[in-house]
């Protein structure tokens, strides 16, 4: 089985940084692509930021400069700056990845608990 372990969600000020985590552990092969994604209330839930195995990276246009995700894969780890928060980047962050585990022939979507990020004054 596997598992998404997310971290590093909490209140911050508009303007802060936070900094989210997510491990992915279990009976792994590979992992095709890893990312985060956030659901506010009264809201679907989005795609904030993606990277691949091979590094290629996609922003929701809404946090273009200011977040930065980043990915390693000996670590089966992605992390998620995020920089300049707004009151609007308040939502549950999500990870989620794409994984082929052990003795499977095809790849699932997997995805972590959850993590609350809230910026307010």
């Known amino acids: 089985q596997v598992q998404l372990v997310e971290s590093g969600g909490g209140l911050v000020q508009p303007g802060g940084s936070l900094r989210l985590s997510c491990a992915a552990s279990?009976?792994?092969?590979?992992?095709?692509?890893m990312g985060w994604y956030r659901q506010a209330p009264g809201k679907e839930r989005e795609l904030v930021a993606i990277?691949?195995?091979?590094?290629?990276?996609n922003y929701v246009d809404s946090v273009k400069g200011r977040f930065t995700i980043s990915r390693d894969n000996a670590k089966n780890r992605v992390d998620l700056q995020m920089n300049s928060l707004k009151p609007e980047d308040t939502a549950v962050y999500y990870c989620?990845?794409?994984?082929?585990?052990?003795?499977?022939?095809?790849?699932?979507?997997?995805w972590g608990q959850g993590t609350q990020v809230t910026v307010s004054s």
């Open positions: 989620n990845a794409l994984i082929l585990t052990m003795g499977s022939l095809y790849s699932r979507n997997y």
């Open positions: 990277i691949t195995s091979v590094g290629s990276i």
């Open positions: 279990g009976s792994i092969f590979s992992i095709n692509y």
